[in-house]
């Protein structure tokens, strides 16, 4: 993922995105560089327009908002959950004593 994060950086700084940049801003992050992934990286995006690709990308991030209502729904079916298991609790505790007392009268 950090290799695609300093592919966008050298594209927002509006550098090249290539090999040696790539390998520039990793070793300034601190991260140990594979040759391999840049390599393959470079080649991927050469055939991308990566205007385009982060255009096209920010359309599904509204999806999530629309199933917000859904989130909601979900939490407070595990509150009621919640709330059985505690009166099942309870009815178990009350079961307990009425037991006990039969043991010792």
Not at 20 to 44: C, P, Q, S
Not at 60 to 77: H, L, S, Y
């Amino acid at each position: 993922m950090e290799y695609v994060y300093a592919s966008l950086l050298l594209h927002y700084a509006k550098k090249p995105v290539t090999e040696e940049n790539i390998k520039k801003v990793l070793t300034a992050a601190g991260i140990d560089v594979d040759e391999v992934r840049v390599k393959a990286l470079v080649a991927a995006l050469s055939e991308i327009d990566i205007d385009e690709a982060i255009k096209s990308a920010a359309v599904p991030m509204a999806v999530p908002a629309a199933t917000a209502p859904a989130a909601a729904e979900e939490k407070k079916e595990e509150e009621e959950k919640k709330e059985e298991e505690e009166k099942e609790e309870e009815v178990s505790e009350e079961e307990m004593a009425a037991g006990l007392e039969a043991l010792f009268g």
